[in-house]
């Protein structure tokens, strides 16, 4: 791990390509350098750090005069050491949930481990998969005389956490303790020198498969010094868990991050550059929950953060992921806090939110940041037509002609809009300061400075039903009766592990979002008496994005998985199916009203196909697929898709299907659905009731 480009200078550390090559990683002599395994010598005493870590180590303790320490293997020390290693085991301590929670430990089918690979994170040659052992190491090695290794910090500096821990548990005599220098922690807890701690969450994100499903991270947030906290918390810290990619190649990308064969590392980074790549470059509203948390929690993340610099994670994309890593740090801040036994598989930011908002009392405010193609469209709103033609050309060109006659508040709302239309489009470019986009704005706000006046504050409200804590569970059970006119009556299971598709009501997702992980239907014909899979999928995901003056970026869709197909060359069978595809959106009613047509093109196989490509079991179909979605109420949705294939040198020549869905929640994660399908060999239709969990 690798905590922040400020402290980038001090430390840096190689995290484990996967579980899988661990083995291999310590046979070529892969070590960690984490910046708690790094130090610089000065003279620290135990009460300075038990100050610096405000965990409220005895008066005693901080009174301690140096002059008591003793030289480590002194008769004293040893006979301390004995005495906190026998009372550790007298009290069991190796078995506490909190010490678990400090190594990281996890009971799996093949006994215990830490889900940390380092070798300066343990002090035990096996504290891997022995806690007691580690414990017992720690305990002995912050008596002890430190590594030969320069370059590596003592004990006592390293893993603060579990000093605050133990002591509380124990009692340490600090007269005995041996004094170590620990200036890099001293000097991080002052630079973060956090208050509290929010959990924020990024929104889903399309165009970045490693955030389709979110993002989340911790901000240690300083005592604000004025009321104007949003422009506050941009000098805030963000802790933030992320995998080091190291292809481009989307096949890879996707079997390497299931596999956990990507590096994951913590970064600490100034908040606003979270802020900006999220808010600004990605176009995605920020959630901020603050923890309530007291001084001593706060301390304690804190202090576990810093130890695991010297800890080295596999990435793995559906489980131990951002989110994930998060929680784990917020469990060792108190033993009130219960987080990972409310996780299932996968794990995803959404469930990770929900976890701590289970936590009753542990979430203290909500905050909203929108991004900047939602402060655009709120200024937009204020405006005229014949205002907002003028803000689309002003963002082609600064000078353009203001009305004749407007007044310098509607010069002001103008110019603004136009500001964050520039902004939105080009957030990456205007890095660059010799770049068409950042003269345009350059002009933009001279011309703005101009008129010698102070824009007000734009209040966006927080949208209720855009938090992601108010939307429904992200897996999904149907259970349901139909008739099929070429199989008769059936029952119908549907299953989907995550996360939102067009037909789910929108509370808590984007409009325009569908992602489906893992859906599988199944059919039981009742005069047949046969179980028939209809539909499994690996993903399938529409991203729309509504067209217009201003914003022209092309909507898409994905989809990799097996279907059943019905048609004169494929009847009822089932076969493999790629699906990709782009083309237009358009929507109205604030995205109430949603349309698309893209140009879809399908590819076929690993069936029992009749007449397809130069006589192979292989289809390829191109064609427009076209999609209508109405939301009445927010927990009432209809849908309509169709799709249209011309499969050229095949038979046969054209296929096509269509689809229709209405579903009502009734009550929140229970809803009542109805489907209907058609194709070329029948109809079907489908009523079920839904659950969410």
């Given amino acids: 791990m690798q905590l922040g480009a400020q402290l980038r200078a001090a430390a840096r550390f190689v995290s484990p390509l996967s579980f899988l090559c661990r083995r291999a990683l310590a046979l070529t002599g892969i070590a960690a350098r984490g ?60 078995e506490r949930p909190m010490w678990w929670r400090l190594l990281h430990y996890r009971s799996g089918l093949f006994g215990v481990a830490s889900e940390v690979d380092a070798g300066h994170f343990f002090n035990a040659p096996d504290g891997k998969a022995e806690p007691e052992a580690e414990l017992e190491a720690t305990l002995r090695g912050f008596f002890s005389p430190g590594p030969s290794d ?53 929104s889903y994100f399309l165009n ?51 596999a956990g064969m990507f590096a994951g590392e913590f970064t600490n980074v100034p908040y606003y550059f979270k802020v900006r790549e999220y808010n600004d470059f990605e176009s995605r509203d920020l959630w901020e929950f603050e923890l309530e948390l007291s001084p001593r ?18 990435y793995y994309y559906l489980s131990e992921n951002c989110s994930y890593q998060m929680l784990g740090i917020l469990e060792v801040a108190s033993p ?50 014949n205002e907002a033609e003028l803000v689309f050309r002003l963002g082609e060109d600064p000078d353009a002609l203001l009305p004749r006659g407007a007044s310098v508040e509607r010069q002001m709302a103008m110019l603004d809009t136009a500001l964050d239309l520039v902004a939105f489009r080009s957030a990456k470019e205007l890095l660059d300061p010799a770049s068409e986009a950042s003269e345009r704005s350059q002009r933009l706000l001279s011309r703005r400075a101009r008129l010698g006046v ?15 804590l108010s939307g429904h569970e992200r897996a999904r059970l149907d259970l349901g009766e139909g008739y099929s006119t070429r199989s008769g009556f059936f029952h119908a299971l549907d299953l989907r592990l995550a996360l939102h598709d067009w037909s789910d009501p929108s509370a808590g997702y984007p409009e325009t979002l569908s992602i489906s992980f893992l859906p599988i239907r199944l059919r039981h014909y009742i005069e047949r008496q046969r179980l028939q899979l209809e539909q499994v999928s690996l993903i399938a995901i529409t991203s729309l994005v509504p067209m217009d003056v201003f914003d022209q970026s092309i909507s898409w869709h994905a989809h990799v998985g097996a279907e059943r197909i019905r048609d004169d ?51 390829i179909g191109i064609g427009p697929r076209a999609g209508l979605r109405l939301r009445p109420a927010p927990t009432l949705v209809g849908t309509l898709r169709g799709d249209l294939q011309y499969l050229p040198a095949q038979t046969p020549t054209f296929t096509w299907a269509a689809s229709a869905t209405l579903r009502w929640m009734y009550r929140h994660d229970f809803a009542l659905s109805l489907e209907a399908q058609a194709h070329p060999s029948g109809e079907s239709l489908q009523a079920a009731s839904t659950v969410y969990f």
Wanted: proline share 6%.
């Fill in 569 to 619: 060359g494929c009847d009822d069978c089932f076969a493999g199916v790629i699906e990709a595809g782009g083309g237009v959106a358009g929507g109205v009613l604030d995205n109430g009203l949603l349309a698309y047509l893209n140009f879809n093109t399908a590819l076929v196989g690993l069936g029992p196909i009749e007449g397809g490509l130069g006589d192979l079991p292989l289809r």
């Fill in 208 to 258: 970045n498969p490693a955030s389709a499903f979110g993002h989340t991270l911790l901000r240690l947030n300083k005592k604000r010094a004025s009321d104007d906290e949003s422009r506050q918390a941009l000098l805030d810290h963000g802790i933030n868990f992320g995998a080091n990619v190291d292809t481009g190649n989307a096949v890879l990308y996707a079997l390497k991050g299931l």
């Fill in 150 to 202: 320069d370059g590596i910090q003592h004990p006592f500096c390293r893993f603060p956490a579990r000093l605050a821990w133990l002591n509380a548990e124990l009692g340490f005599d600090f007269g005995v303790l041996p004094r170590q220098p620990c200036p890099r922690f001293e000097e991080f807890k002052a630079r973060v020198d956090p208050e509290s701690i929010s959990l924020i969450f990024s």
């Fill in 297 to 314: 929690e706060v301390d304690m993340a804190v202090a576990h953060i810093w130890e695991l610099g010297s800890a080295l994670f596999a």
């Fill in 336 to 385: 009130r806090i219960d987080l990972m036994t409310k996780l299932g598989w996968p794990v995803l930011p959404v469930d990770t939110l929900r976890a701590v908002a289970d936590n009753r009392g542990l979430i203290r405010t909500i905050t909203y940041r929108p991004s900047t193609r939602v402060q655009f469209r709120h200024r937009l709103a204020d405006l005229d037509a």
């Fill in 35 to 94: 910046i708690a395994a790094r130090g610089i010598a000065t003279q620290v005493t135990a009460a300075k750090l038990a100050a610096a870590l405000g965990l409220h180590i005895a008066a005693a303790v901080l009174a301690a005069p140096d002059a008591l320490a003793a030289e480590p293997g002194s008769p004293a020390v040893t006979a301390e050491v004995e005495r906190l290693v026998s009372r550790a085991r007298e009290k069991r301590l190796a």
């Fill in 454 to 468: 102070i824009s007000p504050r734009l209040e966006i409200p927080i949208p209720a039903l855009e938090n992601p």
